[in-house]
């Protein structure tokens, strides 16, 4: 196991420990309690990351979407990720990855997490971010002839698509804050959508709108994307002004069972973004959620909402315990 931290440590950096596990093979790295202001980039598969505590192993950074790089190119939303895996079974473990930048409005995007490969498990930690804060990749198909498709550094590569899971997690944002290609396990995670954006930023017309939890752009070919299991929907904003989810792509894909729905998610539930056509290719469902103790009342959502049953919401719970 290589250690990180000020004192006894082998190394003071994240990023240094990193190229230590690639060359020397130890896959187990423990980070002490710390501050760590460090851009992480994780392309070594098979290995686990453990952090001292939660709330006290601090990986923090502040890039954002309007930032400028050296060109005079904005960054874009890809480029911004504190923590960026790009590898196979790689384990996270009791860390607070956060991005610093701040609201959308001002900031554009900027990721915390940025997770990319098959079997990535994320456990007890917490992501913290405005706009964007976890992207379960992979990204949407590339358009053809395009170059640069997101500006991000993936863009123009094949599209792979894995397994992730985030246990026992707490995950903050307000605009699409779950958003990606993946196919993801939520279980026992806390979901927070904060209160960012004000009334006037988020109106339309008469409907209030401070956010949206998920941003699916699952692909054609998936028949899951994000499923969640026994989480909590909670906020600070007011009743009824935030999204359970909207399609990034018009195949996406969001499952929640057995969860409890705040106030602050909209009776109606979803928002289509405007994509009408999708209504018949996206897969939006519901199974034995609650509000305020009481059965999520499914008659008042959306009429492109599926009400699953116990059997069809077990298979996807299977596919991830099996």
């Given at each position: ?311 069809e919401a077990q298979e996807y719970i299977d596919y991830?315990?099996?």
């Amino acid at each position: 196991m290589i250690s990180v931290g000020k004192t006894k440590c082998d190394t003071e950096s994240i990023n240094e420990t990193i190229e230590l596990a690639r060359y020397n093979n130890d896959r187990e790295i423990f980070i002490t309690n710390g501050i760590y202001k460090e851009k992480i980039l994780l392309d070594i598969s098979n290995i686990t990351i453990t952090g001292e505590d939660r709330e006290k192993t601090i990986i923090t950074y502040g890039d954002y979407a309007k930032k400028k790089d050296c060109d005079g190119i904005e960054y874009g939303t890809f480029r911004t990720a504190t923590f960026r895996i790009d590898a196979d079974n790689v384990t996270l473990n009791n860390l607070t990855i956060k991005n610093s930048a701040g609201n959308g409005r001002d900031y554009g995007q900027a990721i915390a997490l940025y997770s990319e490969g098959d079997e990535i498990r994320v456990n007890s930690c917490k992501l913290i971010g405005c706009q964007d804060t976890l992207f379960a990749a992979p990204l949407p198909p590339k358009k053809p002839g395009i170059g640069k498709n997101g500006k991000g550094p993936k863009a123009d590569c094949e599209r792979k698509n894995g397994n992730q899971y985030y246990i026992d997690c707490y995950i903050e944002g307000d605009i699409d804050f779950i958003f990606g290609g993946a196919r993801a396990y939520f279980k026992n995670c806390n979901i927070f959508s904060r209160k960012n954006i004000t009334e006037e930023d988020g109106r339309n017309g008469d409907n209030i709108i401070k956010g949206f939890v998920a941003a699916p752009c699952t692909p054609q070919s998936e028949k899951i994307g994000f499923v969640f299991n026994n989480c909590i929907f909670e906020s600070d904003n007011d009743p009824e002004t935030v999204y359970l989810g909207r399609p990034w792509r018009e195949y996406a894909k969001v499952v929640i069972i057995n969860s409890k729905i705040g106030n602050h998610i909209k009776r109606c539930g979803w928002h289509d973004w405007n994509k009408p056509e999708a209504h018949t290719t996206m897969v939006f469902a519901e199974y034995n959620n609650t509000n305020d103790e009481k059965p999520v009342d499914m008659s008042l959502r959306e009429n492109y909402v599926h009400n699953l049953s116990e059997s069809e919401a077990q298979e996807y719970i299977d596919y991830f315990e099996r």
